[in-house]
């Protein structure tokens, strides 16, 4: 059986407690980082573990640290995205809950290596219970000497501010959640310049999500050939999978990366409830959903990407023969309608649009041209916005669109939705 | 405003190079003790935090959860994002609303309960959810609405 690491306090009560965490061997990897490492051995060392970001693009943690610039007289920042958002995910809030230190663990780990005095801690504002815990993790560590000036009395110094979102998806988008901090709205700016280099403030900033922070203590600790030794080369280490929808265990699964979508599904999560999946979204609504007989893929990026969707935060959700999908389908869209920030003509107009006309096929009034409008659609928002919320839409429609072509044509036919 | 509160957001703004960064911590506190955050409320945050009252008011009415508008003192929440649609949420929608006596986006004339949707809560592995307040209550049926109702209208008469 697979070891849980990130997981392994599931089950401890009390465990969101420092006591508890320190028992379990917390804070040794930042005691040991601050003894042993400098700054760019520890970006080194991420760099060899392999670690790609658990946020949603997957890109390469220590990578991404490096980009910050040397030579800066600006002060420099870290961001922990904990505005987890994606329809099908609940893992950051899993851990928040659960191990909040690990996360403060992490987040100190990661801004000793970028030279950070300052973290931001943005918390989904819908998020209750993990903010509570997570403020008073922070308070205990603050009366630990665990964070403030001179960290377990070594020269480095840093304060974290948890700072509450609002009920706005977008701001887990990158330079959004920095508008949002800067007191704006969350309306996603141009890249470049990477927040990297002109993030918050104009300033050096890295935003981080809590997952890829909370691997950090324990790649220190257990070292980079071990990370590596799980999952694929090119996506290596233990991952958080969010099963839910028509499963008959849906929960929370801590396994290799690069493990097979058969397995987790139909081993972890006990198979579908009726007798097939139909349908598989691996890595929350952004991600295209891949048909029932496909799911002998691996669970990374790499192999999600090479079968045409996505790993993203890896929240799964199975949907059985009994689901409809143009009813997904409409209803994804009208999620991301709702979410659109509104900057963007082809997103704000054409998610709307294509909602509606979703709906209408959904409810069997609608027609043959319809399909071509929605591929009309797919092709106008996408590529044609700001961020990437307009290119989810436009990529998960078209795949439901492409895999299931004769569902949404049943409708059009029969007049009526053939599964309600 | 009060004193207290004023004293509140001015220790929030010390978190941040900017005062404006403290807006939507400030509109946050201020929520608790208003019934909504009307113009007059809006302009008070943006005096304290000696800013625009633009730039106070655009980020009000950009995050859905400050509320502009009056809410009951129990705002139910349901999520019918993809994972709680699976789950049957649009059935309790429509529970909801008959229990109620009120339509998606309404309140009760007591003004006890505002009935809204809401996207994904982070819970799908307990669909169907419904967030009420900041409380989340998972796994639901009709059964344990009309139980949850009872239990909320009791907590009010107390």
């Given at each position: 059986?697979?070891?849980?690491?990130l997981?392994?306090?599931?089950?401890?009560?009390?465990?969101?407690?420092?006591?508890a965490?320190?028992?379990?061997?917390?804070?040794?990897?930042?005691?040991?980082?601050?003894?042993?490492?400098?700054?760019?051995?520890?970006?080194?060392?991420?760099?060899?573990?392999?670690?790609?970001?658990?946020?949603?693009?997957?890109?390469?943690?220590?990578?991404?640290?490096?980009?910050?610039?040397?030579?800066t007289?600006?002060?420099?920042?870290?961001?922990?995205?904990?505005?987890?958002?994606?329809?099908?995910?609940?893992?950051?809030?899993?851990?928040?809950?659960?191990?909040?230190?690990?996360?403060?663990?992490?987040?100190?780990?990661?801004?000793?290596?970028?030279?950070?005095?300052?973290?931001?801690?943005?918390?989904?504002?819908?998020?209750?219970?993990?903010?509570?815990?997570?403020?008073?993790?922070l308070?205990?560590?603050?009366?630990?000497?665990?964070?403030?000036?001179?960290?377990?009395?070594?020269?480095?110094?840093?304060?974290?501010?948890?700072?509450?979102?609002?009920?706005?998806?977008?701001?887990g988008?990158?330079?959004?959640?920095?508008?949002?901090?800067?007191?704006?709205?969350?309306?996603?700016?141009?890249?470049?310049?990477?927040?990297?280099?002109?993030?918050?403030?104009?300033?050096?900033?890295?935003?981080?999500?809590?997952?890829?922070?909370?691997?950090?203590?324990?790649?220190?600790?257990?070292?980079?050939?071990?990370?590596?030794?799980?999952?694929?080369?090119s996506?290596?280490?233990?991952?958080?999978?969010?099963?839910?929808?028509?499963?008959?265990?849906?929960?929370?699964?801590?396994?290799?990366?690069?493990?097979?979508?058969?397995?987790?599904?139909?081993?972890?999560?006990?198979?579908?409830?009726?007798?097939n999946?139909?349908?598989?979204?691996?890595?929350?609504?952004?991600?295209?959903?891949?048909?029932?007989?496909?799911?002998?893929?691996?669970?990374?990026?790499?192999s999600?990407?090479?079968?045409?969707?996505?790993?993203?935060s890896?929240?799964?959700?199975?949907?059985?023969?009994?689901?409809?999908?143009?009813?997904?389908?409409?209803?994804?869209?009208?999620?991301?309608?709702?979410?659109?920030?509104?900057?963007?003509?082809?997103?704000?107009?054409?998610?709307?649009?294509?909602?509606?006309?979703?709906?209408?096929?959904?409810?069997?009034s609608g027609?043959?041209?319809?399909?071509?409008?929605?591929?009309?659609?797919?092709?106008?928002?996408?590529?044609n916005?700001?961020?990437?919320?307009?290119?989810?839409?436009?990529?998960?429609?078209?795949?439901?669109?492409?895999?299931f072509r004769?569902?949404?044509?049943?409708?059009?036919?029969?007049?009526?939705?053939?599964?309600? | 405003?009060?004193?207290?509160?004023?004293?509140?957001?001015?220790?929030?703004?010390g978190?941040?190079?900017?005062?404006r960064?403290?807006?939507?911590?400030?509109?946050?506190?201020?929520?608790?003790?208003?019934?909504?955050?009307?113009?007059?409320?809006?302009k008070?945050?943006?005096?304290?935090l000696?800013?625009?009252?633009?730039?106070?008011?655009?980020?009000?009415?950009?995050?859905?959860?400050?509320?502009?508008?009056?809410?009951?003192?129990?705002?139910?929440?349901?999520?019918?994002?993809?994972?709680?649609?699976?789950?049957?949420?649009?059935?309790?929608?429509?529970?909801?609303?008959?229990?109620?006596?009120?339509?998606?986006?309404?309140?009760?004339?007591?003004?006890?309960?505002?009935?809204?949707?809401?996207?994904?809560?982070?819970?799908?592995?307990?669909?169907?959810?419904?967030?009420v307040?900041?409380?989340?209550?998972?796994?639901?049926?009709?059964?344990?609405?009309?139980?949850?109702?009872?239990?909320?209208?009791?907590?009010?008469?107390?």
């Amino acid at each position: 059986m697979f070891e849980k690491v990130l997981l392994r306090s599931l089950d401890v009560p009390e465990s969101q407690d420092l006591s508890a965490y320190e028992a379990a061997g917390g804070f040794k990897s930042l005691a040991s980082v601050l003894a042993n490492h400098s700054p760019d051995e520890l970006i080194e060392l991420v760099k060899a573990s392999g670690l790609r970001g658990r946020g949603g693009a997957g890109f390469p943690t220590g990578l991404k640290w490096s980009f910050v610039p040397k030579d800066t007289e600006k002060p420099v920042y870290l961001c922990c995205n904990a505005d987890e958002a994606e329809p099908g995910t609940f893992k950051d809030r899993a851990l928040m809950e659960n191990d909040p230190h690990m996360v403060i663990e992490g987040i100190l780990i990661a801004a000793y290596a970028i030279g950070a005095a300052t973290s931001y801690f943005y918390i989904r504002g819908e998020y209750g219970v993990s903010t509570e815990r997570v403020e008073a993790a922070l308070a205990q560590a603050y009366a630990k000497g665990l964070l403030g000036q001179n960290i377990l009395g070594s020269e480095f110094s840093h304060d974290i501010y948890v700072h509450r979102g609002a009920g706005a998806y977008i701001c887990g988008e990158e330079t959004a959640l920095l508008e949002s901090i800067e007191g704006r709205r969350a309306q996603p700016k141009l890249k470049p310049p990477f927040p990297a280099v002109a993030g918050i403030y104009g300033c050096p900033t890295v935003i981080n999500n809590v997952e890829t922070l909370s691997c950090l203590p324990h790649i220190v600790e257990r070292g980079t050939d071990w990370f590596r030794s799980i999952g694929p080369e090119s996506s290596p280490g233990p991952k958080l999978f969010c099963v839910s929808g028509q499963v008959k265990k849906p929960g929370l699964y801590e396994l290799p990366m690069g493990i097979s979508m058969r397995e987790l599904l139909e081993d972890h999560a006990g198979g579908p409830l009726s007798d097939n999946f139909k349908a598989v979204i691996p890595g929350g609504v952004s991600a295209p959903m891949i048909p029932g007989s496909d799911i002998d893929v691996g669970m990374d990026f790499d192999s999600l990407a090479g079968a045409g969707s996505m790993l993203g935060s890896a929240g799964v959700i199975a949907l059985d023969d009994t689901a409809c999908v143009v009813r997904v389908a409409a209803r994804i869209m009208e999620f991301f309608n709702h979410e659109s920030c509104g900057k963007c003509t082809p997103c704000r107009e054409g998610n709307d649009w294509a909602a509606k006309v979703l709906r209408r096929l959904e409810a069997g009034s609608g027609q043959r041209e319809d399909l071509d409008q929605l591929a009309f659609l797919c092709a106008g928002i996408f590529g044609n916005s700001f961020c990437a919320l307009g290119d989810a839409a436009a990529w998960s429609l078209g795949a439901a669109l492409k895999h299931f072509r004769y569902e949404f044509e049943q409708h059009i036919d029969d007049g009526e939705c053939p599964f309600h | 405003m009060q004193v207290e509160m004023k004293d509140q957001i001015n220790a929030v703004v010390g978190r941040y190079q900017t005062r404006r960064s403290a807006i939507m911590p400030a509109l946050a506190l201020v929520q608790e003790s208003v019934d909504r955050l009307h113009g007059d409320v809006l302009k008070e945050v943006a005096d304290v935090l000696e800013v625009p009252e633009i730039w106070v008011y655009e980020v009000a009415t950009f995050y859905g959860m400050f509320n502009t508008e009056q809410v009951g003192k129990f705002h139910l929440q349901l999520c019918t994002n993809v994972s709680c649609m699976l789950a049957q949420a649009e059935r309790l929608l429509q529970h909801l609303e008959s229990q109620l006596h009120i339509s998606k986006g309404g309140t009760t004339p007591d003004g006890l309960f505002t009935l809204s949707t809401v996207e994904c809560l982070g819970s799908c592995d307990t669909a169907p959810v419904l967030m009420v307040n900041q409380d989340y209550h998972e796994n639901l049926n009709e059964h344990r609405i009309d139980e949850l109702l009872v239990q909320l209208k009791r907590q009010a008469a107390t």
